[in-house]
Nanobody, 120 residues
Framework: QVQLVESGGGLVQAGGSLRLSCAASGRTFSSYTMGWFRQAPGKEREFVARISRSGRTYYADSVQGRFTISRDNAKNTVYLQMNSLKPEDTAVYYC??????????????WGQGTQVTVSS
């Protein structure tokens, strides 16, 4: 079992930046693909970004060029640097981990989420 704990959320003005962190328990963090998702009020959860075991990254079109996902395997932590934030980025952000062999769009473990609010 892997536990994921997000941190770094908060209130920021439009155009500002935040960095989210997700700390994972366990010894196999480096073998997981890690992802960030978000869910705004009244909307479905949506994909934001992911980073593979090898460090390959992929982003949703809505955040491409503004957000950067990275990982530090020595610290069992994945990050989401969010720049040029917009009010539409307001959501609860979730970290997720995907074990090797799991289907591409499925994740095995989820964190509890951290609130990001962007004021206009």
């Amino acid at each position: 079992q892997v536990q994921l704990v997000e941190s770094g959320g908060g209130l920021v003005q439009a155009g500002g930046s935040l960095r989210l962190s997700c700390a994972a328990s366990g010894r196999t963090f480096s073998s997981y693909t890690m992802g960030w998702f978000r869910q705004a009020p009244g909307k479905e959860r949506e994909f934001v970004a992911r980073i593979s075991r090898s460090g390959r990254t992929y982003y949703a079109d809505s955040v491409q060029g503004r957000f950067t996902i990275s990982r530090d395997n020595a610290k069992n932590t994945v990050y989401l640097q969010m720049n040029s934030l917009k009010p539409e980025d307001t959501a609860v952000y979730y970290c997720a981990a995907q074990r090797p062999g799991t289907k591409k769009d499925e994740y095995d473990y989820w964190g509890q989420g951290t609130q990001v609010t962007v004021s206009s």
